[in-house]
């Protein structure tokens, strides 16, 4: 998998969490500022990250919330529980999604329709009377549209798509567009080619850099520098839906058919021109179609193909093929630009072409201009300024503006500004009627002026707040003290696992020492050599204990991090099921190894679900039975030695012990005389048996009864234990007990007619040796009292079917081990107690699998398997 | 990798996401004029298009998005 990838999903999930909470509390609170802030600021980083990566529909999805969420924050919308509903079910599709990117490494097929189901529920909030305009309404655009001039930049567009859309145009006005999508935009999961490629009706297409033309080495290639101008046929409104999330970065407007006839090209002199539009404006006036076709070949065989003569005779083809002579005024037009190689003033779109040129970005044909020669364009275009505003005789002043434009043509094209060019003609014409500011634009354009201080379209005129780095700010960056900096090293779970894998290996094969030493002493009667076995054994097995601890911090994680989807599940199953329920959660800072805390998750949303659908009653009935309308489920968490413990207390209708033992003898869990015999603790911890359900209505809040099942299953197989206490009638109380980690295991070992077993410490209450007249018989069952608690007796080899190696006569004095399984305490009889150790228990595998009596393996220093004793199943 | 870089040409096949632009930038910084061979390309990311762009290189066969063709308009006028 990408490495970043591998790094955002997690992190992702860290953020739908911190949304997913934040929504729950702005629920509770609407105006809680710092929790819709949270929420803001989760949701924007998401779609901030996901940006990096093609996950379009992820990116959009949560993009469509943020501005939710801004509208919220900005006080524009009221939040209300359907808007939190919409979200959150948002949130968990995108939690889903994350799921998909970890195993498949993409969205699912269904994704880009999902999104854009919920994106068009989520954009209706934002447009419709709930919240007022969306900030992201285009009302600027629409100004734009109605106010503004053709831009300049379609005479760049290729000549032969304009001539194409000039035919669009003739039907109906197209739009011309242009779109500077914002520097940082792909870290924002923006693809503006992509955007373009799929917007209504494009026409043609232009892409040029939005500044000075890009290189390599220096280019940033995650920084967008580029600017789209394109020119469509669509509706605005059809293109302002599809750029919607972008609509600030786009300006728009109408263009006309004539708006297109904008010839380009080199200007070239000569009478031939002017004797063309003689004979061409006297067929004009005569209507002499095919007289003016042939005269107009004849012309662009002698132009040069690159001139803006022959550019404004292909038009002339073109107004011809299409309309004849219909288009007097833009023939007219065009027989002057033939004759002069420029523009009339009002060619084309009436208004001053030089207003219209948009910047001076270069295209991306541009090199890199030589610097001095750069600048020595710009001087001498500042010149022209000089020259155009010194006093002149009137008789030399037409000279004079005919020099400065030539100097000023030639410089355009020089620095490859070739938008200016085509303009300069216009404003040329605007100065001999007394608009002198057009011309003069011009010039300090190409001076260098405007380019310095105005080099972004109107659109971009909040890029302070856009482009924080383009602002001079004196202020020096404030320095980061690394010492002051809480570092968190973010590691794959798979590294620890194996450093703690090692761990546990390295204290197994510590074991060896010990068994060496003994071998030392007792075979090779080398007692020295065993007491410096001894001593090494000892600085190891310090040195192997606090490396263990050391690993096992690391992966220690607090259990609020299970806890946290709960408020979640909470709210929506008691929406569902029409109670009111309270959450309650303690101690949710309590430490547990990280495999822990996932062998938790499930079995606590089993006993929540329970809880809340079997324990907790409907308000009336709560009513009814003298309680508070709203239950209370109490979730609490404590650290117990080197357990941790979790309390699940609900306040609801209890377990009704006899309800249970009806349920369990109907169903053949249990005899008749077992139900007779049995406490009401007892019967209520029926619950964990398998297919056990009280609930005769099935619901698909907590499955069919096989949950609690399923928690005592999960539960054993980490190691822990489940216990269920209830008052009828005034709630229950769930206690799971779960080992801190569960990679090393200590374990005692004991000798049973002359082998050897494991039994796990955590099982093991006390061990005593008692004499054959303590043991006590009732009926055929052997116990003894251990501090006047009666204690049932079980013998491990009669358990186990073993036969006894000596003569079977029964020993004076027994070896007894007290242990614990569930609330149960048994003297589980063995022939004799041996060491402790720390051992790595691996589950019993091929024709071992499925052993009874037998939780798995471990293997000791000296190279022996050892048996570790499933106690539960023994007992 | 969607691209395949073989002395100075670029031939890219399929959809190329802007994860790809960095490992792009190095690789095109170590070319001279570079040859774009997009005829086979799907989806090019923003900043593969604009890296293809600032190569000032030329285009061998255009890829077949019209869109991306008037991207590379300048390019193929070379």
């Not at chain 1, 063309?276 to 095919?290: C, P, Y």
């Not at chain 1, 001139?307 to 038009?315: C, E, F, N, P, T």
């Not at chain 1, 364009?377 to 434009?405: C, F, H, N, S, Y």
Request: proline fraction near 5%; glycine fraction near 8%.
């Amino acid at each position: 998998m990408n490495a970043l990838l591998a790094q955002f999903i997690p992190e992702a999930r860290e953020l739908l969490e911190q949304a997913g909470s934040g929504l729950l509390v702005l629920e509770q609170d609407a105006k809680s500022k710092a929790a819709v802030n949270d929420v803001f600021r989760a949701v924007h980083t998401l779609k901030g990250s996901s940006g990096l990566f093609d996950l379009q529909p992820l990116t959009r999805l949560v993009h469509a919330a943020e501005d939710l969420l801004g509208e919220v924050r900005t006080g524009e919308l009221a939040l209300n529980a359907e808007i939190v509903d919409r979200l959150l079910d948002s949130l968990d599709l995108v939690a889903v999604w994350i799921d998909a990117l970890e195993t498949r490494e993409a969205l699912p097929g269904d994704a880009e329709a999902n999104m854009t189901q919920r994106v068009a529920v989520m954009r209706q909030w934002l447009s419709n009377g709930q919240a007022g305009l969306s900030k992201r309404e285009p009302a600027s655009v629409s100004a734009i549209l109605h106010g503004a001039s053709a831009p300049g930049w379609l005479a760049h567009l290729p000549e032969p798509d304009r001539i194409g859309a000039w035919a669009q145009a003739c039907a109906r006005p197209l739009l011309a567009w242009s779109f500077e999508p914002e520097e940082d935009c792909f870290f924002r999961g923006d693809d503006p080619v992509e955007l373009v490629r799929g917007a209504p009706g494009v026409v043609a297409v232009r892409v040029v850099w939005r500044g000075a033309a890009q290189a390599f080495p220096d280019l940033d290639p995650l920084a967008c520098l580029l600017r789209f101008e394109v020119l469509s046929d669509a509706t605005r409104e059809s293109l302002e839906e599809h750029m919607r999330y972008v609509v600030e970065r786009v300006e728009m407007c109408a263009v006309s058919a004539d708006d297109l006839i904008l010839p380009v090209g080199e200007p070239l002199n000569g009478p031939v021109f002017a004797d063309f539009a003689e004979t061409a404006r006297e067929m004009l006036a005569s209507k002499d179609v095919d007289g003016l076709g042939r005269s107009i070949d004849a012309m662009l065989n002698l132009a040069a193909p690159a001139s803006v003569q022959a550019s404004a005779l292909r038009w002339c083809k073109v107004l011809l093929a299409r309309d004849g002579l219909q288009n007097e005024g833009a023939f007219q037009r065009l027989i002057h630009w033939v004759e002069t190689g420029a523009a009339l003033g009002d060619i084309g779109v009436g208004r001053p072409a030089w207003a219209l040129a948009p910047s001076s970005a270069p295209t991306v044909s541009d090199a890199c201009e030589n610097a001095a020669d750069l600048a020595l364009a710009e001087r001498l275009a500042r010149e022209q300024i000089r020259v155009l505003e010194t006093a002149a005789d009137p008789a030399i002043v037409e000279g004079k503006l005919q020099a400065v434009a030539a100097v000023l043509r030639n410089l355009a094209i020089a620095t490859g500004q070739d938008h200016i060019a085509s303009v300069l003609e216009t404003a040329v014409g605007q100065w001999r009627l007394g608009d002198f500011q057009g011309l003069r634009s011009l010039a300090a354009q190409l001076g260098g002026r405007e380019t310095q201080s105005s080099p972004q379209p109107a659109t971009a005129r909040h890029e302070g707040q856009d482009h924080p780095q383009l602002q001079a700010d004196p202020t020096p960056a404030p320095t980061t003290d690394p010492k002051s900096v809480n570092r968190v090293l973010r590691v794959d779970q798979t590294k620890i696992d194996s450093i703690m894998n090692l761990v546990a290996e390295l204290i197994v094969a510590k074991n060896g020492l010990s068994y060496l030493a003994t071998r030392a002493e007792q075979v090779h009667g080398a007692r020295i050599v065993a007491r410096e076995i001894k001593e090494q054994f000892a600085v190891i097995d310090r040195i192997t204990q606090g490396l263990q601890v050391g690993v096992m911090a690391v992966r220690m994680m607090p259990v609020g991090q299970v806890f946290q989807r709960f408020p979640r599940l909470v709210r929506d199953v008691s929406r569902k099921l029409g109670k009111t329920i309270d959450l309650v959660i303690e101690g949710e800072e309590t430490e547990a190894d990280k495999n822990v805390l996932e062998s938790l998750a499930d079995p606590l949303i089993h006993m929540l679900r329970n809880s809340l659908d079997h324990g907790i009653e409907t308000p009336e009935e709560r009513l009814a039975a003298g309680k508070r309308e709203q239950g209370t489920v109490r979730i609490i968490a404590r650290q117990e030695s080197e357990f941790v413990v979790i309390d699940m207390i609900d306040d609801g209708r209890g377990v009704d012990p006899e309800r249970v033992k009806d349920k369990a003898l109907r169903l053949g869990l249990i005899s008749a005389e077992r139900a007779a015999q049995m406490s009401d603790e007892e019967a209520a911890n029926l619950v964990f048996a398998p297919g056990f359900s009280t609930k005769e209505e099935v619901s698909d809040l907590s499955g069919r009864g096989v949950g609690m099942d399923v928690v005592r299953t999960a539960v054993a197989k980490a190691g822990g234990s489940v216990a269920l206490r209830t008052t009828l009638g005034l709630g229950t109380s769930v206690t799971l007990r779960l080992p801190l980690t569960m990679a090393v295991t200590r374990i005692v070992t004991i000798d049973c007619q002359g082998r050897l077993f494991g039994i796990p410490m955590d099982a093991v209450v006390e061990t005593v040796r008692i004499s054959k007249n303590q043991i006590h018989r009732i009926k055929a069952a052997e116990t003894f009292v251990l501090r006047e608690t009666l204690i049932p007796i079980l013998r491990l080899a009669k358990a186990l079917n073993l036969q006894p190696p000596g003569d079977g006569r029964a020993p004076d004095e027994e070896a007894v081990l007290v242990v614990k399984v569930g609330q149960d305490q048994v003297g589980l009889v063995v022939d004799g107690f041996r060491e402790r150790i720390e051992v790595i228990v691996k589950p019993l595998e091929g024709v071992l699998e499925g052993l009874p009596g037998f939780a798995g393996t471990a293997l000791l220093g000296d190279g022996r398997v050892l048996l570790i004793l499933d106690l539960r199943e023994i007992l | 990798m969607p691209f395949t870089v073989s002395d100075d040409e670029v031939r890219f096949t399929g959809d190329c996401p802007v994860d790809e632009a960095e490992a792009l930038h190095h690789h095109l910084c170590g070319l001279g004029h570079p040859v774009f061979d997009l005829a086979q390309a799907g989806r090019l990311h923003t900043a593969i298009v604009q890296l293809i762009l600032a190569s000032q290189g030329s285009v061998k066969a255009a890829p077949q998005s019209k869109v991306l063709c008037a991207c590379f308009h300048a390019l193929t006028s070379v």
